[in-house]
């Protein structure tokens, strides 16, 4: 790992996954080239590697539309000091889905439960996040104290402003910075779309899954600095923060690799700037320090 003038400050991985193949399958993995991934991956992995790089907490978050899932990381979160928070899914367009966030709260771990998530990058409907149904789902959420995370495809980015703008209590934080097109090396409309997103007060950006959307085989970290950059701009350090998105990231980088290049993305950055990416913005977003 490498030090850093932050290396004193705690370090929060506020993005990463879990899974037992032998629990529940992850059909996503039998895609092309996703071989690696096509594996369980433990809390005894997570935390040998997170100890290694020196990670104090993570965040837990969803990876299939399964009602089944959330109560099972939270009962994982409540005997993990590592994974201090979850976040969950649950059906929004359910008429009942206000009951259901209070009976995930009440669950062993539910105490841990602290944001909701649906796979909207594989919903058709570009404005699915402004139906009716789903804007009841968010009001609930907010009602609730959670946020709302958004894992989204930059054409989704402009539906996304419009929810937050509808929703002003609710936090809204952006996923893999909204997947831009690293690969490509094209910035726009994916630059414009976040800015308009960061200039709501109520929104907030993870620095996470940039090396899987670059080339896996030959990326660099120059690759990623203009995004890395509009971020940093349009969002500033005090609403970003740093998430390895492992194990997914294992098709580009390693767990301590990802985390070495967020570091050397933020290099010019204060010390408390680059602490505040770090961990300290997950701290207080995801109100981490109070569920030890």
């Given at each position: 790992?490498?030090?850093?003038?932050?290396?004193?400050?705690?370090?929060?991985?506020?993005?990463?996954?879990?899974?037992?193949?032998?629990?529940?399958?992850?059909?996503?993995?039998?895609?092309?080239?996703?071989?690696?991934?096509?594996?369980?991956?433990?809390?005894?992995?997570?935390?040998?590697?997170?100890?290694?790089?020196?990670?104090?907490?993570?965040?837990?978050?969803?990876?299939?539309?399964?009602?089944?899932?959330?109560?099972?990381?939270?009962?994982?979160?409540?005997?993990?000091?590592?994974?201090?928070?979850?976040?969950?899914?649950?059906?929004?367009?359910?008429?009942?889905?206000?009951?259901?966030?209070?009976?995930?709260?009440?669950?062993?771990?539910?105490?841990?439960?602290?944001?909701?998530?649906?796979?909207?990058?594989?919903?058709?409907?570009?404005?699915?996040?402004?139906?009716?149904?789903?804007?009841?789902?968010?009001?609930?959420?907010?009602?609730?104290?959670?946020?709302?995370?958004?894992?989204?495809?930059?054409?989704?980015?402009?539906?996304?402003?419009?929810?937050?703008?509808?929703?002003?209590?609710?936090?809204?934080?952006?996923?893999?910075?909204?997947?831009?097109?690293?690969?490509?090396?094209?910035?726009?409309?994916?630059?414009?779309?976040?800015?308009?997103?960061?200039?709501?007060?109520?929104?907030?950006?993870?620095?996470?899954?940039?090396?899987?959307?670059?080339?896996?085989?030959?990326?660099?970290?120059?690759?990623?600095?203009?995004?890395?950059?509009?971020?940093?701009?349009?969002?500033?350090?005090?609403?970003?923060?740093?998430?390895?998105?492992?194990?997914?990231?294992?098709?580009?980088?390693?767990?301590?690799?990802?985390?070495?290049?967020?570091?050397?993305?933020?290099?010019?950055?204060?010390?408390?700037?680059?602490?505040?990416v770090l961990g300290s913005t997950a701290d207080?977003?995801?109100?981490?320090?109070?569920?030890?």
């Amino acid at each position: 790992m490498t030090a850093g003038p932050e290396a004193g400050a705690r370090v929060v991985d506020a993005h990463h996954h879990l899974w037992d193949l032998a629990v529940r399958d992850q059909r996503w993995t039998a895609g092309p080239g996703l071989a690696p991934l096509r594996r369980s991956f433990t809390p005894d992995e997570l935390r040998a590697r997170a100890r290694a790089a020196g990670v104090a907490a993570t965040v837990l978050v969803q990876t299939v539309t399964a009602a089944e899932e959330t109560p099972e990381f939270l009962a994982l979160a409540e005997d993990d000091p590592l994974v201090r928070g979850v976040v969950g899914w649950t059906d929004l367009t359910a008429p009942g889905v206000a009951g259901e966030l209070a009976r995930l709260a009440e669950l062993p771990g539910g105490g841990r439960l602290v944001g909701i998530r649906h796979q909207v990058q594989a919903e058709r409907d570009p404005r699915w996040l402004l139906r009716p149904d789903v804007g009841a789902g968010l009001a609930a959420v907010a009602d609730a104290g959670l946020a709302y995370d958004l894992v989204v495809l930059p054409h989704q980015l402009p539906a996304c402003v419009r929810a937050a703008e509808r929703h002003p209590g609710l936090t809204f934080v952006l996923d893999h910075l909204g997947k831009p097109p690293v690969a490509s090396g094209t910035r726009e409309p994916w630059a414009s779309a976040v800015r308009a997103l960061a200039a709501l007060p109520n929104t907030v950006c993870k620095v996470s899954g940039l090396v899987t959307e670059a080339d896996w085989a030959r990326w660099s970290v120059e690759d990623l600095r203009p995004y890395a950059d509009t971020v940093l701009e349009a969002f500033g350090p005090a609403r970003l923060m740093y998430g390895s998105d492992w194990p997914v990231c294992l098709l580009a980088s390693s767990y301590g690799g990802v985390l070495d290049t967020v570091r050397e993305l933020t290099r010019d950055l204060s010390p408390h700037e680059r602490a505040q990416v770090l961990g300290s913005t997950a701290d207080r977003v995801y109100r981490l320090s109070g569920r030890a």
